[in-house]
């Protein structure tokens, strides 16, 4: 289940599925998207983390073949990106695979020390999209993002850190103190820098006019 809370001025958004590590299905994908767009006009900051030990463990991949998943996991992310305010990811546990997707889609990232990021669709014969390549490489520097996802490296906490892919390090009360002083910026600044840092640098998740040029090289398992 997504759950969802208001405390002042900043909006928290919970995976909290802890059978599954906070993994995501097309279900959880769906009512994200959805939480994001229907609590981001109401306040002016998000905080997205997990309940439990993880923040999110990535796709559920009794479903994550198809068509299906891969569109609602990046209209998930895509409603990250385009929401005016700044959103926070307060990664409390392993961010894995499609979990690090969730943690770049946010503006900004509060890592606990048992937080770990890693992509491994190499793996499982699976890819991210162009997007997820070129931010995770802005984030995290080009280095890291080959290690993460030729080598399928984890980063932890301490090593994120340092590579520029966390902010800060904190568990959830820092992320939630600093999205409170954010919240008290100016709206419209925060709202244009975001854009601007979007548009120029980023894109947009799953950007069909990028697909074209990989289509040729993406493993059959990636289309099942």
């Not at 998930?76 to 961010?95: D, Q």
């Not at 770049?104 to 992509?119: E, T």
């Amino acid at each position: 289940m997504i759950t969802t809370e208001i405390r002042g001025e900043v909006g928290v958004i919970a995976l909290d599925r802890h059978e599954r590590r906070n993994a995501l299905d097309v279900e959880h994908c769906v009512a994200l998207r959805k939480a994001v767009v229907e609590l981001g006009p109401r306040v002016r900051a998000l905080v997205i983390t997990g309940r439990g030990t993880s923040f999110c463990a990535g796709a559920d991949l009794r479903g994550v073949h198809g068509d299906g998943f891969r569109t609602a996991l990046y209209d998930a992310l895509h409603s990250i990106t385009a929401v005016p305010v700044p959103v926070l990811a307060a990664v409390n546990g392993p961010a894995i695979g499609a979990g690090t997707q969730l943690a770049i889609a946010c503006d900004l990232r509060v890592a606990a020390p048992s937080a770990v990021f890693a992509v491994p669709t190499a793996r499982n014969g699976l890819v991210v999209d162009p997007w997820t390549v070129r931010r995770l490489a802005l984030l995290a520097g080009g280095g890291a993002a080959r290690a993460m996802l030729l080598g399928c490296d984890r980063l932890d906490a301490g090593l994120a850190f340092h590579r520029g892919l966390v902010d800060r390090l904190g568990d959830l009360d820092a992320a939630l103190e600093w999205a409170a002083e954010i919240a008290e910026f100016a709206p419209s600044s925060l709202k244009y820098s975001k854009q601007a840092l979007d548009t120029l640098f980023e894109g947009a998740p799953w950007d069909s006019t990028l697909d074209t040029a990989f289509e040729d090289s993406w493993p059959k398992e990636a289309s099942k």
